[in-house]
């Protein structure tokens, strides 16, 4: 299997987005949601197998100091395949030399972060909107 990343979001496919997303349970992201969280990255990462996107990440960062990854997604097709991982290593890659990169791991992925070289934080805050997910992630 031949994998492609790429990271101009200009001319993604947002069925396949959609499609990624919507094959690991994350079926809120419509069309639109994902245009404008994508537009609104300027680190991203689109896996392609075939011409077809079947990976996806984006992150948000001042090329400095701070850098916030978001949405590592792989489609459940294609997990466990090292996708993610891939993923994660362009963004690092990208991201060398900002003194600072945040991610916040989907429960039950820390592990896969930690392999990678990411901590946890002793000062991390956040607030969530949606109370399910306030109590998924907030103490």
């Not at 069309?31 to 075939?50: C, G, H, P, R, T």
Request: aromatic letters at 10%; a neutral charge.
């Amino acid at each position: 299997m031949e994998i492609e990343i790429h990271s101009d979001f200009a001319n993604a496919n947002l069925d396949e987005m959609k499609e990624v997303y919507a094959s690991v349970g994350w079926t809120k992201h419509t069309n639109e949601i994902i245009s404008q969280v994508f537009e609104a990255s300027n680190v991203v990462a689109l896996v392609k197998v075939n011409g077809r996107i079947i990976g996806i990440g984006r992150g948000i960062t001042d090329g400095v100091f701070n850098a916030a990854i978001y949405d590592i997604v792989v489609h459940r097709d294609f997990q466990r395949q090292g996708i993610a991982k891939k993923i994660m290593e362009f963004f690092l890659d990208k991201l060398s030399n900002v003194s600072c990169i945040h991610l916040i791991s989907t429960t039950g992925n820390e592990g896969f972060y930690r392999k990678l070289g990411l901590k946890k934080l002793k000062t991390g805050m956040a607030r969530y909107l949606n109370p399910s997910l306030s109590a998924e992630y907030l103490e």
